[in-house]
């Protein structure tokens, strides 16, 4: 049964500066990487997770998260097409179901390597 309202809780967070992101103008920004379960992923997605610091929420979208205020029901959704980052693939304008494909893709890669779990990757900015 899933509880739409427990915060989305990454499986692994990167320091910050472990990756260094492009931004659209051009200029370099160190960040840390969060990597959510699948379920979480479809959590934030469906606004009942805050895309900024995983608090949980009984009805999608509330205007402000309870956690760290951000605007959930104005911004969430562009703020997920804007950084979601499924692979290394920085920048691309391709859809987040195509991004979600391409994780898998690069997971599956990563699993061998660690013999880890499984997750569905995304990347969203560090904190502050
Ligand atoms: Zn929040």
Same mark, same amino acid.
């Given at each position: 049964?899933?509880?739409?309202? /427990?915060? =989305? %809780? ?40 805050c895309? /900024? ?7 999608? @979208? ?6 760290? /205020?951000?605007?959930?029901?104005? %911004? ?13 693939? %920085?920048?691309?304008?391709i ?8 994780? =898998?893709?690069?997971?599956? @890669? ?6 880890g ?6 990347? %969203?900015?560090?904190?502050?």
């Amino acid at each position: 049964m899933t509880h739409w309202s /427990k915060p =989305a %809780l990454p499986i692994e967070t990167e320091e910050a500066g472990e990756t260094l992101y492009m931004r659209p103008d051009g200029s370099i920004i160190s960040q840390s990487r969060r990597f959510y379960s699948e379920e979480d992923i479809g959590r934030i997605r469906a606004g009942y997770c805050c895309a /900024k610091c995983g608090e949980g929420h009984d009805i999608p @979208f509330p205007a402000a998260c309870f956690g760290c /205020k951000f605007p959930m029901h104005d %911004l969430q959704a562009e703020y997920l097409a804007k950084w979601y980052q499924g692979t290394v693939r %920085l920048g691309s304008q391709i859809n987040v179901d195509d991004e979600l494909e391409e994780a =898998a893709r690069v997971v599956e @890669f990563e699993r061998r390597q660690r013999d880890g779990t499984s997750p569905t990757q995304i990347w %969203l900015p560090g904190g502050d």
